[in-house]
């Protein structure tokens, strides 16, 4: 069985509304995200969660909030427009990203974002102290890394938004401990429900003007666009009366972003083992203000073709990776090959092609598990050349196999069958190893022809 996550932007998508559905469908206790904060060492830190209803729909709310009550400590700086004082110099000038995770979905006439007495005085947040936060916790290495890739995404989608370095972006209400911890709390429910593919319906940004801490911006903001793209996105349902309404987040967005998942119109084929629903704070009337997740347990063939499932072989699914080498060595990519085969690869091949400038490269393909991409993943990128890696599913269709053992004039070999469904022998081979074993002892010749 494979497990399949089915992500339902139902009015949208924010980091809070995404790990609050986990904690509705018991993939995570809220426990378990109570224990986040002081991973991160936000010791007066807590997260509260609570049953809320919307639109007739039960769901689960999260909050973070100040152990002891209050406001919550701040992780940035606070600046004027007419001064700026950071504890240390940038080269450049700050580009502000702001957020709008809890007041999700608002209006523009609405003002969520973290702002101090006057409108020129603000906290922010920069986005290398937040990468340091989080690679320096004691979260487990899996939510580090999810972590870290969201908040790189938001600070390359401001720093194209504002002509900026990464390195310079500040953060406004995503810079925010609430944020970061719901962006941790979302890595922790990724890595825990373990899930070999990700599915998700199309992204709903919302329409008309957001009022943020530096003016009123079209919906999607600056970031929210960019982060879209290569992203599908729908329209606002038209029960959502609101003339000016954002419905998904740059965190929400990211953290889509950051999973790859494949888009689809509807949930898939499969067996429900679990649903559970996010709510964001605003009351949208009678349309639920909600995301929805469900759990599924997906049979060997299930997303095949009938035709496929009525043929007399086996079916299954499997990821390949692949990229394009044109800077590594011979040598160094036979060693990549074997360690992946060590490692629990089911086939590793190599291609010869052409690439850009004229250049000779290998086309490495490595076909695997569903539940085993992503560490093949990342171990392809810690340790060859390449900068990036494909990765795609396919449908297989295989023989049956079965192994014996036969009797031949060089000894007892181990054949490998090749069967129908049905039992029916369709092709057999001995095995390589042994079979090679016997070329040596004859010196080169082929074996003789087995016993039955």
Same mark, same amino acid.
């Given at each position: 069985?494979?497990?399949?996550?089915?992500? %339902?932007?139902?009015?949208?998508?924010?980091?809070?509304?995404?790990?609050?559905?986990?904690?509705?469908?018991?993939?995570?206790?809220?426990?378990?995200?109570?224990?986040?904060?002081?991973?991160?060492?936000?010791?007066?830190?807590?997260?509260?969660?609570?049953?809320?209803?919307?639109?007739?729909?039960?769901?689960?709310?999260?909050?973070?909030?100040?152990?002891?009550?209050? $406001?919550?400590?701040?992780?940035?700086?606070?600046?004027?427009?007419?001064?700026?004082?950071?504890?240390?110099?940038?080269?450049?000038?700050?580009?502000?990203?702001?957020?709008?995770?809890?007041?999700?979905?608002?209006?523009?006439?609405?003002?969520?974002?973290?702002?101090?007495?006057?409108?020129?005085?603000?906290?922010?947040?920069?986005?290398?102290?937040?990468?340091?936060?989080?690679?320096?916790?004691?979260?487990? %290495?899996?939510?580090?890394?999810?972590?870290?890739?969201?908040?790189?995404?938001?600070?390359?989608?401001?720093?194209?938004?504002?002509?900026?370095?990464?390195?310079?972006? $500040?953060?406004?209400?995503?810079?925010?401990?609430?944020?970061?911890?719901?962006?941790?709390?979302?890595?922790?429910?990724? %890595?825990?429900?373990?899930?070999?593919?990700?599915?998700?319906?199309?992204?709903?940004?919302?329409?008309?003007?957001?009022?943020?801490?530096?003016?009123? +911006?079209?919906?999607?903001?600056? $970031?929210?666009?960019?982060?879209?793209?290569?992203?599908?996105?729908?329209?606002?349902?038209?029960?959502?009366?609101?003339?000016?309404?954002?419905?998904?987040?740059?965190?929400?967005?990211?953290?889509? &972003?950051?999973?790859?998942? +494949?888009?689809?119109?509807?949930?898939? $084929?499969?067996?429900?083992?679990?649903?559970?629903?996010?709510?964001?704070?605003?009351?949208?009337?009678?349309?639920?203000?909600?995301?929805?997740?469900?759990?599924?347990?997906?049979?060997?063939?299930?997303?095949?073709?009938?035709?496929?499932?009525?043929?007399?072989?086996?079916?299954?699914?499997?990821?390949?990776?692949?990229?394009?080498?044109?800077?590594?060595?011979?040598?160094?990519?036979?060693?990549?090959?074997?360690?992946?085969?060590? +490692?629990?690869?089911?086939?590793?091949?190599?291609?010869?092609?052409?690439?850009? &400038?004229?250049? +000779?490269?290998?086309?490495?393909?490595?076909?695997?598990?569903?539940?085993?991409?992503?560490?093949?993943?990342?171990?392809?990128?810690?340790?060859?050349?390449?900068?990036?890696?494909?990765?795609?599913?396919?449908?297989?269709?295989?023989?049956?196999?079965?192994?014996?053992?036969?009797?031949?004039?060089?000894?007892?070999?181990?054949? &490998?069958?090749?069967?129908?469904?049905?039992?029916?022998?369709?092709?057999? &081979?001995?095995?390589?190893?042994?079979?090679?074993?016997?070329?040596?002892?004859?010196?080169?010749?082929?074996?003789?022809?087995?016993?039955?």
């Amino acid at each position: 069985m494979t497990k399949v996550v089915f992500l %339902e932007s139902v009015a949208g998508v924010a980091g809070d509304m995404f790990a609050a559905a986990f904690v509705d469908a018991g993939i995570v206790t809220a426990a378990e995200l109570a224990s986040l904060p002081a991973a991160l060492g936000l010791k007066d830190v807590r997260v509260e969660a609570r049953s809320v209803t919307k639109a007739t729909m039960r769901a689960t709310h999260l909050r973070v909030v100040a152990a002891g009550g209050g $406001a919550l400590p701040s992780l940035g700086h606070s600046h004027e427009d007419a001064a700026h004082s950071h504890g240390h110099e940038h080269g450049h000038g700050h580009a502000h990203v702001h957020d709008h995770e809890h007041g999700h979905a608002h209006e523009a006439s609405e003002s969520p974002h973290l702002v101090h007495g006057d409108p020129g005085h603000h906290e922010h947040t920069h986005f290398v102290d937040i990468d340091r936060l989080i690679a320096k916790s004691q979260l487990s %290495e899996g939510v580090r890394g999810f972590a870290r890739r969201v908040f790189r995404l938001i600070a390359e989608a401001e720093a194209a938004a504002h002509g900026e370095r990464v390195e310079d972006i $500040a953060f406004h209400e995503v810079g925010s401990v609430d944020s970061i911890v719901d962006v941790v709390m979302a890595a922790y429910c990724v %890595e825990r429900v373990g899930a070999a593919r990700w599915l998700a319906t199309p992204i709903r940004p919302g329409h008309g003007m957001v009022r943020i801490a530096h003016g009123t +911006q079209p919906i999607p903001p600056p $970031a929210s666009a960019r982060l879209l793209v290569d992203m599908p996105v729908t329209k606002t349902p038209a029960r959502i009366a609101r003339e000016n309404v954002e419905l998904s987040t740059p965190t929400g967005i990211a953290i889509l &972003k950051a999973l790859a998942p +494949q888009f689809v119109e509807e949930l898939p $084929a499969g067996t429900v083992a679990t649903q559970g629903m996010g709510a964001g704070t605003m009351d949208l009337g009678s349309f639920p203000n909600v995301f929805r997740i469900f759990i599924l347990n997906e049979s060997p063939g299930t997303a095949g073709s009938a035709a496929a499932g009525s043929l007399p072989y086996e079916t299954d699914r499997i990821v390949e990776l692949a990229c394009n080498i044109d800077d590594d060595t011979p040598e160094h990519l036979a060693w990549v090959g074997e360690q992946l085969m060590a +490692q629990g690869a089911l086939d590793v091949s190599l291609l010869p092609a052409v690439g850009k &400038k004229g250049r +000779q490269l290998s086309i490495l393909s490595v076909l695997c598990a569903e539940a085993d991409w992503t560490r093949h993943a990342d171990w392809l990128l810690r340790n060859s050349t390449t900068f990036g890696v494909r990765h795609r599913v396919w449908d297989r269709l295989k023989l049956a196999r079965k192994f014996e053992r036969r009797s031949t004039p060089d000894g007892t070999i181990s054949y &490998k069958i090749g069967l129908t469904t049905g039992g029916d022998v369709l092709k057999e &081979k001995p095995e390589f190893d042994e079979q090679r074993a016997v070329w040596e002892k004859r010196g080169g010749s082929a074996p003789r022809n087995p016993k039955r």
